[in-house]
């Protein structure tokens, strides 16, 4: 289970990206709501799989609407991050200071959404859920209890990218963190059109 937490805490996609990103622009507290609306989708993800017909969900993951409109999703957020910005510019003597306002609710629901559309995931955890349930002979408690720590290892590994990443922070000039949108931006386009 830990070994599971770790190696999902460094699986590269959006949400890893966007992770980073948050943590560098707009501190701990909002990186880490960002994370808990994605640990919590991932809760979800679980729980249907657990809980949800395996008949239903292979369905539901094999029609490419779902990825179309994940896709469609994915495209749209970064047009979004690359064109809009909701910044206050504020110039000093030295130079020119960024000031982002946290919404934390929608940092949540960003994290919260952004791992839902990825349906990728929910294959995932079925397969997860499928292999450790068998394993465990449906011992719900010990099911229980290995997804509980694998969750737990992902969020503690999660905290210590966030505070890696605010260490860069100092070193950003407004100009640095433009190009680290707009490349945010263009990852997502890719990762969406994929």
Sequence with gaps: AVLLGFGLAFMVGPVFFTLIETSITKGFRAALTFDIGVVLADVMFITISYYGSFAILKKIQDDPRIFMIGGMVLVSYGLYTIFYQKTKKIVTDEELVVVESNNYVGLFFKGFFLNTINFGVLAFWLAIVIAVSSNFQMNSSRI???????????????????IAAKQLKAKLTPVVLRKIRHALGIFFIVFGII
């Design 144 to 162: 229980f209890n290995y997804f509980a720590i694998a969750v737990f290892t992902f969020l503690v590994i999660d905290v210590v990218k966030i």
